[in-house]
């Protein structure tokens, strides 16, 4: 089992950046899809952004493309989420999550969660 502990939320300003972090427990982080998903009120959990195991192919919703990066220390057993360019819409509670399936952007594929981190952006 893993556990996942997400880090880094706050309140920013539109245009701020901020970087969320996420640590899993356990030995084998890196043999793990790693995802960041956000729900804000009132609607449905939506992908964010996803990690190979290497690091090198990522994906991200087209919502966020351009102003956020994936990124993971396996070392670390971290993963994280550089934002940059906030706007008021990326208000969210942010989660991390972990799969073996490769890259998936549906929230069912995930299979472990961390409990969120709240990031909120004001105008």
């Known amino acids: 089992q893993v556990q996942l502990v997400e880090s880094g939320g706050g309140l920013v300003q539109a245009g701020d950046s901020l970087r969320l972090a996420c640590v899993a427990s356990?030995?084998?982080?890196?043999?793990?899809?790693m995802g960041w998903f956000r729900q804000a009120p009132g609607k449905e959990r939506e992908f964010v952004a996803a990690?190979?195991?290497?690091?090198?192919?990522?994906r991200y919703a087209d919502s966020v493309k351009g102003r956020f990066t994936i990124s993971r220390v396996n070392a670390k057993n971290t993963v994280y989420l550089q934002m940059s360019s906030l706007k008021p819409e990326d208000t969210a509670v942010y989660y991390c999550?972990?799969?073996?399936?490769?890259?998936?952007?549906?929230?069912?594929?995930?299979?472990?969660w961390g409990q969120g981190t709240q990031v909120t952006v004001s105008s």
């Open positions: 999550a972990s799969t073996i399936r490769y890259i998936p952007t549906r929230r069912s594929e995930y299979d472990y």
């Open positions: 356990g030995r084998t982080f890196s043999t793990y899809i």
């Open positions: 990690i190979s195991q290497s690091g090198v192919d990522t």
